[in-house]
């Protein structure tokens, strides 16, 4: 073997990463927008997690890229360790799907219909079909072009295994390889290989690829693969470890639970293995083939799941043993390993704007009462949760930011814009809560009073106001269209009393200008809580524009405006009835 063949081998490896890499990219995009529902679905029950790790790691084509997922899940808090325990053991099946898709490059057969099957066969026109695909697609993120990503990367990977295999055949008739593989008879040794050249290269998959592709010069036997194929389960820990740091410590459980999951495993196999050709004549020195390494990785990765799944409790409990609870440990809102994964990071991003949407709903509610009866320790909670608001705000943008660098469906971008805008309507309603906040501490630094008519109008004003942001943050948190339509027509009404109370306002000033000063206030208050329902409003549209992005913004508010007719329109004069309020006449 001369530095050609060298140079040979490290282009196929290159090849063989970069096509498992656009082909993961491809299959993630095409069912991207179901992982968070699935996740959602699939994590109440152990046999659930399991049977989601193995169909996430089937698409995403890497065991090591599911755990880091999973670090990133569950230092943000969406999923439990309980929970990430058997999609750790279900990825372990996932990955083998790879290596059966590699060994169709080991077919040799005179027939036509099973040479189709040979990937030298029919890669070229997959790899045209895809190039036509995304050639031809209606934008940048269209179904069509996904599935053409995925073609051509399966087309690169199968080129790469291909250039591999070409590289080592020579090594077949080389008698300094024939007296390396003598070394390799020691089954520790070949799990210490297996183990190195997977954690160099940060992907089981393509290290089992490179041992199919020895494996096509006749030279290894079972008993020279078997423990090769261990060490790599365990040499592809090395990933999910280094994703651990610096997270929080359930999030280093979960790469401690994969880690000892995998060496209990190699622990469990490899003596059952190397004693077990004593009492069972199976081909422990014969050569092996690319279906044969296909057969043992799927064996190895299945018989160790189905013994250690029983032990799922005590796996978790081990993680607890190993990594203690820190104090003072500091509160991860959104992992930035969770922009590997588009969608979910977007759906993440809904509940933690969720959370602000309701922590500012508590602070609006709080600043109202403080009208009416001032409290120095709510004032200081108050100003607690805006402060909280804008960290919410600032962490929440930077990220989607980030995010929207991202290569993102024309849906996921639509809702990443419309998601920023709502973060910045609730930061304005929590704004205008805290002025309100400020004027209350006016009126009560000062004593001023206000008439009893004056504050029965506030009363309706304020109570419509809190029931138009009640709907608009159930809309939000819910993701309920029907409620978001609703918001545009109510606000309207918030609009027409506001400005009745504030005509009578006016009326009452002209007629008694002792109180012209906290009718200032007054006015203050009825423009900031008029403004509120303003960014209801906004956020009803940005929730129905990010569920249909072709309604232009102006079209969208007129509709709206005009919804009150049908089923609706005795809702919204339920409504104006409700908070009512009247015009004042003072005579002469």
């Known amino acids: 073997m001369d530095i050609f063949a060298i140079f040979k081998l490290c282009g196929g490896l290159a090849f063989f990463l970069y096509g498992m890499m656009v082909m993961s990219a491809g299959l993630e ?18 046999w659930k997690g399991l049977i989601l790790g193995a169909g ?60 189709l099957l040979k990937p030298e066969s029919f890669t070229p026109i997959l790899a045209l079909a895809g190039v036509i695909m995304i050639m031809t697609s209606p934008n940048s993120m269209s179904r069509r072009k996904n599935f053409g990503t995925f073609f051509v990367g399966f087309a690169v990977l199968m080129f790469g295994m291909g250039l591999m295999s070409a590289a080592m055949s020579p090594l077949a008739q080389d008698p300094r390889f024939a007296s390396v593989l003598t ?23 393509a290290s089992v ?83 044969g390494i296909a057969i043992v990785h799927s064996i190895f990765n299945v018989v160790t799941t189905l013994i250690l799944f029983p032990f799922a409790k005590l796996l978790e409990k081990l993680a607890y043993t190993f990594v203690k609870e820190e104090k003072d440990e500091k509160v991860v809102v959104l992992d930035e390993r969770l922009l590997l994964t588009p969608s979910i990071a977007i759906a993440q991003c809904y509940k933690v704007t969720a959370t602000m949407a309701k922590i500012t709903r508590e602070t ?21 949760n805006e402060n909280l608001i804008d960290k919410y705000q600032d962490i929440l943008e930077s990220f989607l930011q980030k995010l929207s660098g991202k290569e993102l469906s024309d849906e996921d971008s639509n809702k990443i814009s419309q998601l920023i805008l709502s973060i910045s309507d609730f930061e304005k309603i929590a704004d205008h809560a805290i002025h309100i906040l400020n004027l209350a501490t006016k009126i009560q630094r000062k004593e001023w009073t206000l008439s009893p008519d004056t504050i029965a109008e506030l009363k309706h004003v304020v109570n419509a106001v809190k029931e138009v942001f009640d709907i608009t943050v159930n809309s939000f948190v819910d993701h309920n269209l029907g409620l978001a339509y609703h918001i545009e027509p109510l606000e309207q009404v918030v609009d027409d009393i506001a400005y009745i109370a504030k005509k009578n306002h006016i009326k009452r000033v002209k ?12 006015a203050e208050i009825l423009n900031d809580l008029e403004r509120i329902s303003d960014h209801c409003s906004n956020i009803a549209a940005n929730i129905i524009q990010a569920n249909n992005s072709s309604i232009p913004r102006h079209i969208l508010k007129n509709k709206l405006k005009e919804a009150t007719v ?23």
């Open 29 to 46: 995009k095409i069912a991207g927008g179901n992982m968070e529902k699935m996740l959602e679905k699939m994590t109440s029950s152990p």
């Open 56 to 115: 996430i790691t089937m698409a995403v084509q890497s065991s090591s890229a599911v755990t880091v997922m999973l670090v990133g899940f569950v230092n943000s808090g969406i999923m439990k360790l309980s929970q990430a325990i058997g999609v750790i053991m279900g990825s372990n099946i996932g990955t083998t799907i790879t290596s059966w898709i590699l060994s169709l490059s080991g077919i040799s057969s005179e027939n036509f219909f099973i040479q």
């Open 183 to 205: 070394a390799f008879k020691n089954p520790l040794f070949g799990l210490f290989v297996g183990v190195i050249v997977t954690a160099v290269i940060q992907s089981s998959a």
């Open 209 to 291: 690829g490179m041992l199919q592709a020895l494996s096509l010069t006749g030279s290894v036997s079972y008993a020279m693969a078997v423990p090769i194929i261990i060490g790599q389960n365990i040499g592809t820990c090395v990933t999910a470890v280094l994703s651990s740091i610096g997270v929080n410590t359930n999030a280093k459980r979960v790469a401690v639970v994969h880690v000892v999951f995998n060496i209990l495993g190699a622990a469990i196999f490899l003596p059952l293995y190397e004693l077990g050709h004593l009492f069972i004549n199976y081909p422990f020195n014969e050569t092996i083939n690319p279906f």
């Open 364 to 384: 609006l509610v709080m600043s109202v009462r403080m009208l009416k009866q001032y409290n120095p320790k709510v004032a200081e909670v108050i100003n607690k």
């Open 511 to 522: 007629k008694d200008r002792s109180h012209i000063r906290r009718g200032f206030v007054y």
């Open 566 to 588: 049908g089923d609706f329109a005795l809702e919204v004069e339920e409504f104006k009835e409700k908070y009512a309020v009247e015009p004042v006449n003072f005579s002469r």
